[in-house]
């Protein structure tokens, strides 16, 4: 009996010493996003727009040099656009932030967590899920590392998200009014 206990013991020792060296190997690798950049790309019928949306927080989970997890919150209140100036700028600002695109003043945050990332050489396979305007949705994409920094381009169908202003996907004779279903963001990551 006495055998059979000091085995348990010994074995529970064991498998608490492994765990906790496991734990200890996990790092949060927090991103600097003061110099992290998202830019992002509308495109519509007669041409298209662009911008930046700044990172409030941001942190890569990492065993090791891999990847195993993370979580990113853009600040939807920042959305500033970069191609035009004035008025024209303003307005388009405006129009972004309203319940006809974005809604930041219900939604001010967006949302990416990676669920799952497959090494590839300094590139990941990475599965996650973006949130927008409060809707969960699967993206995948790959995520270039390097050891300062990481770069992604992902194309988001603004649909999914309940983003429907102006979609001829959903409204006809928009003619040239039409703005496509799709955005590009274009984001770099400095640790």
Do not use: C
């Amino acid at each position: 009996m006495k055998k059979n206990v000091l085995k348990a013991l010994g074995a529970t020792t064991l498998i608490l010493t492994l765990i906790a060296f496991k734990a200890n190997t996990m790092e949060k690798k927090k991103v600097n996003v003061n110099e992290s950049k998202i830019e992002w790309t509308g495109e519509k019928l007669t041409g298209s727009h662009e911008g930046t949306i700044q990172l409030k927080d941001g942190y890569f989970m990492m065993d090791g040099d891999k990847i195993t997890g993370g979580k990113f919150v853009m600040d939807m209140t920042s959305i500033n656009v970069t191609d035009l100036s004035g008025e024209s700028k303003g307005k388009l600002e405006g129009h972004l932030n309203s319940d006809d695109f974005f809604g930041v003043k219900n939604y001010p945050e967006a949302t990416l967590e990676i669920k799952n990332a497959a090494k590839k050489g300094n590139v990941y396979g990475i599965s996650g899920e973006l949130t927008i305007k409060g809707k969960t949705k699967p993206v995948n994409f790959d995520l270039t590392m390097n050891s300062n920094s990481a770069t992604t381009s992902l194309t988001i169908d603004r649909t999914k998200y309940g983003i429907r202003y102006g979609s001829g996907s959903f409204f006809d004779n928009l003619g040239d009014n039409t703005i496509y279903d799709e955005f590009e963001l274009d984001i770099t990551l400095k640790f």
